[in-house]
């Protein structure tokens, strides 16, 4: 057939040895075309030159973050939970002797830029295959989201549709969304971020690889069929800056999600799990098909054959190159013994889902894919999966360091009187990062499976494993850009350890740790210096803390020409609770309980809520980190929790001290009498942003022993007064006073008024 | 022995495992249901659990109502069998014509989640005989596509015959009269848009109002076995 006449096959390749051949416009350097003549001894097809190009991109191949991110490797303390780790599809830790839990977090960031709202849906649903593909059902999502500056017209196009994404998507394949956070920030104007976490739960025994072994295995794709959504998504959207102008439209590069086909993923490939109906498993994202076969192919026994005019496709007239590097979404690839190759797909048809045989498992030790009888890609895999450029850029200080760090918040205008005082804690409560987000999180289901014991906006979602032991896990994500701007290094200790306190204030004990690193060009020295940093940050906190990272994911060029959003490394942290019936809640427990704070108030400013809202600064030395003291903390609530001594408690974050009891009374509908200690600053008190403190709420009786426990670890810990229900708000002595009313009317709201709904 | 509920899965069904916890929580013997088997297997009443099914394709429940099982589901409803229909399954009642009126987009037009105070208007149904009439309850009530509309004739009708079985106290999405859930003229189809399966834990819920509906059931059908 004509049609098929003009693809470069691999016979082509070699008889037009000069052909021009667009490598620098798929984004390969020179020496790296060079590099893929000299593996395949002779020029690549247009096939092999799009799977190169794809599988060589920063996004695949890690290459400008891979020499820092062997830190995580090297430093990462050794524990017996750990059942896989970096490289994997996710990070798999062990619960007890018979379950086991998966969860990642990652970005996409530049497609929710583009398309809002399908960008986002197709991140939770990326999120999802990689927990589906190591065994496990995924239970539940949540996300970490910023945005531009709430008032700019544009963050009225962005967030709604991330938001409408994340729950579109998310709601229809049946996840409960168990929390995340918000922000709002000018840096993340054109490079709002969108980094979506998913956690599963398996029987140990049902982990899952995605090694392509046994020769004579088929090769099976699974779910949607193929089209030319996101041809190019990958190398085009996340490996290039985004131009000043917003001349490039690269709108149609933005898959198209169907969360339906996913809820018919989750089950069948479960189902095949149980059945030990299959060998090996790989999701299709981003590079699709390129990524999949490759990296199946590599972990294997090293050979495939797949004979690519079998797969099914949704476009007419797509050329072998369209196919290979499609990122059409809800799709999985299986390698299955051929004796079990029938009930696969009979068991995939009873759930209507696509499921067809294209290749097989070789012992070539090449990946070679023919259409129609022509072979059009003869490499070998590993060169695409394992053997991509790496490099070691250029790292420099930036020259603003040391003006920024003298450029101290705690040097700028205060409140001083009682009246302005109570007015900073309502326009604190009002502003942007700090109010109700209730907008964004009605908009997701929260209770589907029935095992979400605390969502938002507790500080840590809380999600039951068994019903029969009652065990369970707790999962914070937590970022702070501007502390990570000010000092990439301890700002990414600060996120870990904000993320880290958040699920020991549940009562969980944190074991594991999932991270999304959101940067600028690595093309600049300046913010490869700010990585560099930050992964080093987080690769000692773990050490440190003695949880292991155990995945997540890297995305590099989160600028606008020169303007690089602030370095945001998020951080989600994992734990595990033995009974989720003893979990601490948000609140203010009963009339008569005491409310104390555990930890220490330095003054501390810079890079807060405070000199942000009231000040729009960031300059200065972010808080102290003191991981010692969080460990000493974690274990501290997780022995209160057990013996049920707290009935509640909050973390202190963005907003210090003021803005927890602003959340608390709001939650709980209690008041709260509140009496400073003797000679403590109220502004300080109230807004710091010290680090490792937390807002406890203790039953009458028990004050002693909590007491006696925190001394006995050598934590700090200051009553500061008592719940009650017959106090109207925040009733501050000697200073003033608060109605819920008028904290409701500021902190609730917000968000939907600004957009103007 | 104790009672038999079927619980259906149709593809893109969600609380079908959720609905099988409220049914075994409250007594009964959950039993799964396939979409694509006419067979009810002898079960002694029908929960229609939320999700999307067919994934809302055309409208929601539209297609659920050309499956196999809901031809079964229909014919065994007229000879007086209890059903329920949750969210889309109330949606699919719809659909099916086993209860008037119709399911669209929220008033506000977004997918909003939040628990629902309801007010329960009759026991007179198989699904409510063991709630007090006028009792207040809370169940989450999380969709899209939940504003009850019909027209005058039928919302007066089902107000007359005291076919209005749950009626939100704080309207979330613009349905017609407050309604919020409703039966058909025998009282054994009942259909709502809250959640009863995720009303059954003090732990994971806003309440456990949702048992109420399962031990109505029981009652209701350990009475016809009585008879």
Redo the contacts between chains.
Sequence with gaps: MSQYVAVDTVGVATATPDEKQPWAELGLKEDEYQRIREILGRRPTQSELAMYSIMWSEHCSYKSSKVHLRQFGEKNPRTPRLLAGIGENAGVVAIDENIAVTFKVESHNHPSYVEPKQGAATGVGGIIRDIIAMGARPIAVMDSLRFGAIDHPDTARVLPGVV?GI??YG??V?LPNIGGETYFDPCYQGNPLVNALSVGVMPRSRLQSMQASGTGNIVILLGAKTGRDGIGGVSVLASATFSETGEDDARPSVQVG????E??LIEVCLELFDAQLVVGVQDLGGAGLTCALSETAAAGDGGMHVDLELVPLRAKGMEPHDILASESQERMLLIVDPAKAEEVLARAH???LLATAIGTVTDSGRLVVDFHGQTVVDVPPKSLADEGPVYHRPIAEPNDLGLIAVDRAETLPRPSTDEEIRQTVLDMAASPNLCDKSWI?????????????LGAPHDAGVV?LD?RTGVGIAISLDGNGRFARLDPYHGAQLALAEAYRNVAVTGATPIAVSDCLNFGSPEDPHVMWQFERAVTGIADGCQKLGIPVTGGNVSFYNQTGREAIHPTPVIGVLGVIDD??RRIPLGLGRTGDTIALIGTTSEELSGSEWASVAHGHLGGVPPKVDLDHEMKLADLLSRLAETEQLAAAHDLSEGGLAQALVEAISHSGMGAQILLPEGADPFTYLFSESSGRVLVVIPRGQELAVRTACESRGLPITPLGVADANTNGLHLRDHFDITREDIDAAWKGRIGARLGE | MSARIGIVTFPGSLDDRDAARAAYLAGAEPVALWHDDAQIHGVDAVWLPGGFSYGDALRCGAIARFSQVMDTVKAAAAQGMPVLGVCNGFQVLCESHLLPGALVRNAHLRYRNRPARLRVETDRTAWTNAIEPGAEVVMPAKHGEGRYVADEATLDALEQQGRVVFRYLDNPNGSMRDIAGITNEAGNVVGLMPHPEHAVEALTGPSTDGLGLVASVLAHLSEGARR
């Design positions: 409408d729950g579109h709601n229809c049946g169907d969360p339906f086909t809820k018919l009873r759930w209507g999180t009605e908009q997701y289901d929260s209770s589907v499976f029935g095992n979400t014991v039951r019903e989720v019936a």
